[in-house]
């Protein structure tokens, strides 16, 4: 009987793990999603990039970028497959920076493909 109610004691913990989980995407879901904010914009350069596989043949993409704004250090930002392909090191970006709608600031990588004023939102 005792075993029972240490499973049952930890089924209540596996919900509470999974109840923070789903609100941490609600938070980011309401904060970025429907932020229509006007995004400070600052200029940077990408200084690296590396990739990192995880167990089970995972693998993680990141751009390193050199300080921007209040950032005083470099950034690693995690982008997706295709992201990583498009940008190398040298390239300028601009890291946009919003006010989120819950007053949670975010911010995202931006990639000139052509040097030019035509930008790519990640």
Known sequence: MERRHFELERGYLNIDADGLYLSHGAVYGVNCVFD???PAV???EVIG?????????????????????????????RVSASEYAAVQEGDSVDIDLKKGLLGIP?????????????????
């Open 36 to 38: 229509r904010s006007e």
């Open 42 to 44: 600052f200029p940077t």
């Open 49 to 77: 990039r590396s990739e990192h596989r995880g167990r089970k043949g995972s693998r993680s993409y990141y751009v390193h970028v050199a300080p921007w704004g209040h950032h005083r250090d470099t950034e690693s930002i």
């Open 106 to 122: 975010w911010y995202y990588m931006v990639r000139h493909p052509d040097g030019g004023g035509t930008n790519t939102r990640w």
